[in-house]
């Protein structure tokens, strides 16, 4: 039971910049797990359209959930890949929540972001070092940059994205999230949040 400790270890306004940092990260831990989890608010029509490009397979959703007249939920049913612009603009906003295989996609869903909140996140195993307090968790180890926020929980909408290191609460994951972000040229900004 309970969520990792999120650690902010570089935040900007460049995406590409904070996805390169991650990635960085990423080639850091001990074990990545096969699948990253990608996420993203759509927008706009063009929001959407790049993004199908990416992820033709993949579910697109209403942003909040609607009802219809009488209490009853509404589900999106629309067809992305063939809706007029007309059609998919009276849904929106929508959102699109999907795992990939690691290292395959990320790179060109991050260059067809828009500007809605977005993660991508990479769990994994961080080495152990024991001789530090510096334990590896399954659960709880990875990286996660949020698109135009500063919450690992997302929360409300900024102009910057931010990179995270996840790992468990013990006593080394403080120095390891310092000793990361100084491998990318960052530093742990601010006290652990909420992570997955």
Same mark, same amino acid.
């Given at each position: ?19 390169? @940092? ?6 850091? !831990? ?7 989890? =990608?996420?993203? #608010? ?12 990416? !992820? ?31 059609? =998919? #603009?009276? &849904? =929106? ?31 994994? =195993? ?11 968790? +399954? ?8 698109? &135009? ?11 910057? &994205?931010?990179?995270?290191? &996840? ?5 080394? +994951?403080?120095? @390891?999230?310092?000793? !990361? +972000? ?11 949040? !909420?992570?997955?």
């Amino acid at each position: 039971m309970g969520n990792s400790r999120a650690y902010p270890v570089f935040r900007t306004t460049d995406a590409t910049v904070a996805y390169r @940092r991650a990635e960085r990260l990423r080639a850091l !831990l001990a074990e990545c797990e096969d699948e990253a989890e =990608l996420y993203a #608010e759509l927008r706009t029509v063009e929001d959407v359209r790049r993004m199908v490009a990416v !992820l033709p397979e993949a579910t697109f959703d209403y942003l909040d959930m609607r009802t219809g007249p009488n209490g009853e939920d509404v589900w999106f049913d629309l067809d992305v890949t063939t809706a007029t612009a007309a059609a =998919l #603009e009276a &849904h =929106l906003p929508l959102d699109v929540l999907t795992d990939v295989p690691t290292g395959t996609v990320e790179e060109r869903f991050v260059a067809a972001l828009g500007q809605g909140i977005a993660e991508v996140c990479w769990p994994g =195993l961080w080495p152990e070092r024991p001789e530090v307090d510096q334990y590896a968790s +399954a659960k709880y180890d990875g990286v996660q940059i949020v698109f &135009h926020g500063a919450r690992a929980q997302l929360g409300p909408w900024t102009e910057h &994205h931010t990179v995270f290191v &996840h790992g468990s609460g013990n006593r080394g +994951a403080l120095t @390891r999230a310092q000793e !990361l +972000a100084a491998r990318i040229g960052g530093e742990v900004l601010g006290e652990p949040q !909420l992570g997955w």
